[in-house]
């Protein structure tokens, strides 16, 4: 009986997981199957992207000589023929001025050089009552351009087949007043030739029929490019897409008007997108310096058919694999089957927490007796290991409640009541600390004593509980020593003897100290390896600041006295590296320049108070950072001057 369950739930097993096996199998080809045709239409959209650039550089590159040349007009048929030369891409390219603006000329001259189809390059003046180009549109959005822009696909009054697109850019005089347009004219046949062939190269590389074609849309839906050509400049995406029950194509061609780039087959609902009658997959991509993006539909078929030939092989040998395991396992179940029944009622009172059970004697040398003797060996592990676990749990809990007992004496030596004068309104102050552990070793403080605020900000080197300690005589000291003289240089040279004295450790400290006359604004202050203070008020830029050496590294260092005039509603921001140096999952840092463009941001909207300001900068890191570990003690200390 034990040997058919057993049997049993082996092929119910398998059966299971070869399906799951299969699903997976077809599910992993098809993701890859999707990101190949991804990585082609990519490819295909740098191309597009390197030939618009080329057509781009090509045409701004020539704006200089035409400008330097605007008294010599007969040369435009020159810098054009020369721009229609060096590039292949470029079918013709022209330079339309101003009404009058050469008043020989007639109310217009554009100069034009055009590659006929023998490949000779013409140049002729195409202005005239015939061709009034000076209300046109494209000429006002091509003088209205600063460094250059693209016109809407186009046909030529000759052709109506193949389309146009012109790259344009303003010209002008030396008073800097636009007095032409230049305009580079780029056909779009080259690029459904290039869409086509990346359609055939993929065919024939999978091997499939012509079931895959790729279109260009601008963003009101409009053919750019299309396999049927009447459609191409005439025909619209969303005018066919309505005219079908199915709703997801509508939503298909939004998600390409408005995203990037991506890959569209189903909705939230698992319902699959259908295009001309077949479940299809549309992969998307917006096609730089334009407006336009180009699609790529391929029947869902073409991406899950090598899926499914894969699964399907799967699945037979799968199939013989367990009909061969059925035979051989019936025999070898059987024959092992019993000394295992004993073996499992002793396992059963194991399974209870009766870990001193006394289990069988198995006499045969098999797979069953080293099971048994390696289930005696985990009896004795589990009794030493429940016993190590007690004992490193108590261990574990009191170093948290000790760890927890000093974060809190730490944070209980930094001001925690904001704001801390309201009775005053000639200062606003705010701060924050974030350690990176438990404990920390970042520091700031200040106070009034005769109407001169005393801060300062420290980082102590490392983290942890030793960096915690060296915080607490740092501030320690600083409130001790500031006591009795109100010279910073004086204060930071006597808390760096304090701490040089006996620094075995070698750990060292950077601070920053400043005393704030708050009548007068001058501000005194000493720098010892730290970050400079930013000012933020009548612009944004750092205090300048001596480096000096850090506290703690040499003993007798002479640290500069410094100052500086602080005025009204200015904020001094100060902080540690834990804000300049946080760190992203790229390890990519936050950067000086990060802290520079947010204080300029908060001063334009004129929110440079206190707590307004380190808000803006936590919340900036904490989104910076994402979901990397905090790798050091951030703090932020602002002080506003209001009298």
């Given at each position: 009986m034990?040997?058919r369950r057993?049997?049993?739930?082996?092929?119910i097993?398998?059966?299971?997981?070869?399906?799951?096996?299969?699903?997976?199998v077809?599910?992993?080809?098809?993701?890859?199957?999707i990101?190949?045709y991804?990585?082609?239409?990519?490819?295909?959209?740098?191309q597009i992207r390197?030939?618009?650039?080329?057509?781009?550089?090509?045409?701004v590159?020539?704006?200089?000589?035409i400008?330097?040349?605007?008294?010599?007009?007969e040369k435009?048929y020159?810098?054009?023929?020369?721009?229609?030369e060096?590039?292949p891409?470029?079918?013709s390219?022209?330079i339309?001025?101003i009404?009058?603006?050469y008043?020989?000329?007639?109310?217009?001259f554009?100069?034009?050089?055009?590659?006929?189809k023998?490949?000779?390059?013409?140049?002729?003046?195409i202005g005239?009552?015939?061709y009034?180009?000076?209300?046109?549109?494209?000429?006002k959005?091509g003088?209205?351009?600063?460094?250059?822009?693209?016109s809407?696909?186009?046909?030529?009054?000759?052709?109506?087949i193949?389309p146009?697109?012109?790259c344009?850019?303003p010209i002008?005089n030396?008073k800097?007043?636009?007095?032409?347009?230049?305009?580079?004219?780029?056909?779009?046949?080259w690029?459904?030739n290039?869409?086509?062939?990346?359609?055939e190269?993929?065919?024939r590389k999978?091997?499939?029929?012509d079931n895959?074609?790729?279109f260009?849309?601008?963003?009101?839906g409009?053919?750019?490019?299309?396999?049927?050509?009447?459609?191409i400049l005439?025909?619209?995406?969303?005018?066919?897409?309505?005219?079908?029950?199915?709703?997801l194509?509508?939503?298909?061609g939004k998600?390409?008007?408005?995203?990037e780039?991506g890959?569209?087959?189903?909705?939230d609902e698992?319902?699959e997108?259908?295009i001309?009658?077949?479940?299809?997959?549309?992969?998307?991509?917006?096609i730089?310096?334009t407006?336009?993006s180009?699609?790529?539909v391929?029947?869902?078929?073409?991406?899950?058919v090598?899926?499914?030939?894969?699964?399907?092989?799967?699945?037979?040998?799968?199939?013989i694999?367990?009909?061969?395991i059925?035979?051989?396992g019936?025999f070898?179940i059987?024959?092992?089957?019993?000394?295992?029944?004993?073996?499992?009622t002793?396992?059963?009172e194991v399974?209870?927490?009766n870990?001193s059970t006394k289990?069988?004697?198995?006499k045969?040398?098999?797979?069953i007796?080293?099971?048994?003797?390696?289930?005696?060996?985990?009896?004795?592990?589990?009794?030493?290991?429940?016993?190590?676990?007690?004992?490193t749990?108590?261990?574990?809990?009191?170093?948290?409640?000790?760890l927890?007992?000093?974060?809190?004496?730490?944070?209980?030596?930094?001001p925690?009541?904001?704001?801390?004068?309201?009775?005053?309104?000639?200062?606003d102050i705010?701060g924050?600390?974030?350690?990176?552990k438990e404990?920390?070793g970042?520091l700031f403080d200040?106070?009034i004593?005769?109407?001169?605020?005393?801060?300062?900000?420290?980082?102590?080197?490392?983290?942890g509980?030793?960096?915690?300690?060296?915080m607490?005589?740092?501030?320690?000291?600083?409130?001790?020593?500031?006591?009795?003289?109100?010279?910073?240089d004086?204060i930071?040279?006597?808390?760096?003897?304090?701490?040089?004295?006996n620094n075995e450790?070698g750990?060292f400290?950077t601070?920053?100290v400043?005393v704030?006359?708050l009548?007068?604004?001058?501000l005194?202050?000493?720098?010892a390896?730290?970050?400079?203070?930013i000012?933020?008020?009548?612009g944004v830029?750092?205090?300048?600041c001596?480096?000096?050496?850090?506290?703690?590294?040499?003993?007798g260092?002479?640290?500069?006295?410094?100052?500086?005039?602080i005025?009204p509603?200015?904020?001094i921001?100060l902080?540690?590296?834990?804000?300049?140096?946080?760190?992203?999952?790229c390890?990519?840092?936050?950067?000086d320049?990060?802290?520079?463009?947010?204080?300029?941001?908060l001063?334009?909207?004129d929110?440079t108070?206190?707590?307004t300001?380190?808000?803006?900068?936590?919340?900036?890191?904490?989104e910076?950072v994402?979901d990397?570990?905090q790798?050091?003690?951030?703090?932020m200390?602002a002080?506003?001057?209001?009298?």
């Amino acid at each position: 009986m034990l040997t058919r369950r057993i049997i049993l739930n082996l092929i119910i097993s398998m059966g299971f997981t070869s399906y799951l096996v299969y699903e997976i199998v077809v599910k992993v080809i098809e993701e890859e199957e999707i990101g190949q045709y991804e990585e082609i239409l990519d490819n295909t959209n740098q191309q597009i992207r390197r030939v618009m650039s080329d057509v781009y550089v090509g045409t701004v590159n020539h704006i200089d000589e035409i400008e330097e040349n605007l008294d010599q007009p007969e040369k435009m048929y020159d810098i054009m023929k020369r721009i229609v030369e060096r590039n292949p891409r470029i079918r013709s390219c022209g330079i339309s001025f101003i009404d009058t603006y050469y008043p020989k000329k007639g109310r217009w001259f554009a100069p034009y050089a055009v590659r006929e189809k023998d490949s000779t390059i013409v140049t002729r003046n195409i202005g005239g009552p015939n061709y009034d180009y000076l209300n046109s549109e494209w000429f006002k959005k091509g003088k209205e351009s600063k460094e250059g822009t693209w016109s809407k696909p186009f046909f030529e009054e000759n052709d109506s087949i193949v389309p146009l697109v012109s790259c344009m850019a303003p010209i002008h005089n030396k008073k800097g007043e636009v007095v032409a347009v230049l305009g580079a004219d780029l056909s779009l046949g080259w690029l459904s030739n290039k869409l086509q062939n990346t359609i055939e190269r993929t065919d024939r590389k999978k091997g499939l029929d012509d079931n895959i074609y790729c279109f260009i849309i601008d963003q009101k839906g409009t053919y750019i490019v299309h396999p049927d050509i009447k459609r191409i400049l005439r025909d619209n995406y969303f005018t066919h897409a309505k005219e079908t029950a199915d709703t997801l194509d509508d939503h298909a061609g939004k998600m390409m008007v408005t995203n990037e780039r991506g890959v569209y087959y189903q909705n939230d609902e698992e319902k699959e997108l259908t295009i001309n009658g077949t479940s299809s997959c549309l992969f998307y991509h917006a096609i730089d310096y334009t407006d336009w993006s180009v699609g790529m539909v391929v029947p869902m078929f073409d991406i899950r058919v090598i899926g499914y030939a894969f699964g399907i092989i799967l699945l037979i040998i799968i199939f013989i694999g367990v009909l061969v395991i059925y035979l051989i396992g019936r025999f070898s179940i059987r024959r092992t089957i019993k000394p295992l029944k004993r073996l499992t009622t002793t396992a059963d009172e194991v399974a209870k927490g009766n870990f001193s059970t006394k289990l069988p004697e198995i006499k045969q040398n098999t797979e069953i007796r080293a099971l048994r003797d390696s289930f005696e060996e985990m009896q004795h592990s589990l009794i030493r290991y429940v016993e190590d676990l007690k004992t490193t749990t108590a261990q574990n809990a009191a170093i948290e409640n000790e760890l927890k007992i000093a974060s809190d004496i730490q944070m209980s030596m930094l001001p925690k009541t904001f704001p801390p004068y309201p009775e005053r309104h000639d200062i606003d102050i705010f701060g924050q600390l974030k350690p990176a552990k438990e404990v920390g070793g970042d520091l700031f403080d200040f106070y009034i004593r005769d109407e001169k605020l005393y801060f300062c900000i420290g980082d102590v080197s490392g983290k942890g509980v030793p960096a915690s300690l060296v915080m607490a005589v740092t501030r320690f000291l600083f409130r001790n020593v500031s006591a009795h003289t109100s010279q910073p240089d004086h204060i930071i040279t006597a808390i760096n003897e304090a701490i040089s004295e006996n620094n075995e450790t070698g750990m060292f400290v950077t601070c920053f100290v400043g005393v704030l006359d708050l009548a007068t604004g001058n501000l005194v202050y000493c720098n010892a390896g730290h970050e400079a203070p930013i000012l933020i008020g009548r612009g944004v830029g750092q205090l300048d600041c001596d480096p000096n050496l850090p506290l703690g590294v040499l003993s007798g260092w002479t640290f500069t006295h410094q100052e500086a005039l602080i005025d009204p509603k200015t904020t001094i921001f100060l902080y540690t590296d834990g804000l300049n140096e946080a760190e992203n999952t790229c390890h990519e840092q936050f950067g000086d320049e990060r802290v520079i463009r947010l204080a300029e941001s908060l001063l334009e909207r004129d929110k440079t108070q206190p707590q307004t300001v380190i808000k803006n900068m936590f919340n900036a890191v904490k989104e910076f950072v994402a979901d990397a570990e905090q790798s050091d003690d951030l703090t932020m200390l602002a002080i506003q001057y209001n009298k």
